[in-house]
């Protein structure tokens, strides 16, 4: 009987029990934990979908997690297990993109505002993890992040590599070099290997190739059409295929100075090559990356030629962008040298289309965008272009003007419109008086269409509420 009622009484584990437990527990953390990242974003998923749940980094964010659940399900409040995020600078550089994640998730919890007593703690820790993100940007914590900061990829070899590039530099350059021995290896195949390796992400290969392929089509001039055909077709693979090259820029430099020997008359290959190749460059997304080696190539050639001064214009207005503000403002600031080389016959075969663009440059709620195009006035040579055409090129922009002197809402952009508008009323006041009649009627003709089509939608949707009434 004794031995029964023994029996009954729960024993103590033995330690051996124990450490087992503890092994079993060890193992399935550590499973856990090698799960990756995509597991403890699904567990940060949950965390967050509980209100007022902060995981500390330290403790498996999983078990945290069941705890601060658990702890609800058992009616414990929820301002009991608040525990601060640790710091960028606590965590190592594998964990710090899963703390990033965690912090905005956190973040997106609402507090409530009206009761200023209430979950004091939480409202702490939120506005301090809210200000370390906003210095995240300044300070560069994140790696992997900044991704329009990356350094560029430098080859380990490079030290090896160097030495090579440069004995084939000095042999290439080298006034003892006979050409006519040395054309049987750097023939048309070397030239093209070579070529290809402009697609390196190493700047200092980019560089000793971008001298060598300039010394070879200046030694070896038999080599010169092939070599523009060359680059040409990497431009074509760039533009119309991939839009990822690392060697357009060092590409464009040797073109520079290509272009600024050519002789006149230009030949027509040679503005072909400017129709077909260099205006469509324009159009990649990654444009400020080789821009301004671009812009030098076209103005070489409006030296040679400023007639060209027409297809460039509306190559530029073909490529225009329409959303990307930062490429519209590299837009007007080429566009500015194109018209510092224009003549006035080309300018008036243009100017219409050109000053269309203009005007809604001039309206853009980007202020830097407004603010270039205003700048155009500035330009002695282009003010002139315009003053001369002022009766076909006012009317075009005349709305826009006035549309940013009523309610533009930057300041400076607002105050280059006024000296704008009163420029051209100093010049010539009955044109700007007539401007301004018809964009009042052109005005109240717009409010009569509007009100209009807003009586006709009200009518439809009486037609309708009857249908369904009956």
């Known amino acids: ?51 007022h749940s902060v995981v500390s980094v330290g403790n498996n964010p999983e078990d945290e997690f069941f705890r601060d659940r658990k702890s609800k399900e058992n009616g414990i409040p929820d301002t009991v297990l608040y525990e601060s995020l640790p710091s960028f600078a606590d965590v190592p550089s594998s964990e710090k993109q899963i703390l990033f994640i965690r912090k905005l998730k956190f973040c997106c919890t609402l507090s409530d505002f009206t009761d200023p007593t209430k979950n004091l703690r939480e409202k702490e820790i939120k506005q301090q993890t809210l200000m370390e993100l906003v210095d995240l940007r300044e300070n560069k914590i994140l790696d992997g992040l900044e991704l329009e900061e990356d350094e560029p990829a430098m080859d380990p070899a490079w030290p090896h590599l160097q030495i090579v590039y440069e004995i084939l530099l000095r042999m290439v350059a080298s006034p003892e070099t006979d050409v006519k021995v040395a054309i049987g290896y750097i023939d048309k195949s070397f030239v093209l290997k070579l070529i290809d390796l402009f697609d390196s992400e190493d700047p200092r290969e980019r560089e000793y190739l971008k001298t060598i392929v300039h010394r070879i089509y200046g030694k070896f001039m038999v080599h010169r059409p092939f070599i523009r055909i060359t680059i040409n ?32 008359p230009l030949k027509e290959e040679h503005k072909l090559f400017l129709q077909r190749t260099l205006i469509p460059l324009h159009k990649p997304k990654c444009l400020a990356m080789y821009h301004q080696q671009l812009s030098y190539c076209i103005a070489q050639f409006l030296e040679k030629d400023c ?27 080429e566009l500015e040298e194109v018209l510092q ?8 075969l243009f100017m219409v289309p050109l000053f269309h ?17 205003l700048f155009l006035w500035n330009n002695d040579r282009i003010e002139i272009l315009i003053l001369q055409n002022r009766r076909v090129i006012l009317p075009i922009i005349f709305p826009a003007l006035e549309r940013n002197s009523r309610h533009h809402w930057n300041q400076a952009v607002h105050g280059l419109t006024l000296t704008i508008r009163k420029f051209f009323y100093d010049l010539d006041p009955d044109l700007v008086k007539a401007c301004l009649l018809k964009f009042r009627e052109d005005e109240s003709k717009e409010d009569e269409v509007k009100e209009k089509r807003e009586t006709t939608w009200k009518h439809l949707e009486k037609l309708a509420a009857e249908k369904d009434a009956k």
């Open 1 to 51: 009987m004794f031995k029964q009622i023994l029996n009954k009484i729960p024993r103590k584990h033995s330690k051996s029990a124990k450490d087992h437990n503890l092994s079993s527990s060890s193992s399935k953390n550590s499973k856990r934990s090698e799960a990756g990242s995509e597991k403890i974003s699904s567990a940060v998923n949950e965390v967050i979908s509980v209100p």
């Open 233 to 264: 077709n990497v431009f074509y693979h760039f533009i119309f295929e991939t839009e990822k090259h690392n060697g357009i820029a060092e590409l464009l430099e040797i073109l520079g100075s290509i272009i600024n020997g050519f002789s006149l």
């Open 307 to 333: 007639k060209l001064a027409v297809m460039v214009t509306r190559g530029l207005l073909k490529y225009w962008p329409v959303t990307n503000s930062s490429k519209e403002v590299l837009f007007l600031n």
């Open 341 to 348: 080389a224009t003549q006035p016959p080309e300018f008036q």
């Open 357 to 373: 663009r203009i005007s809604h440059c001039l309206n853009s709620l980007h202020f830097q965008v407004a603010e270039r195009a």
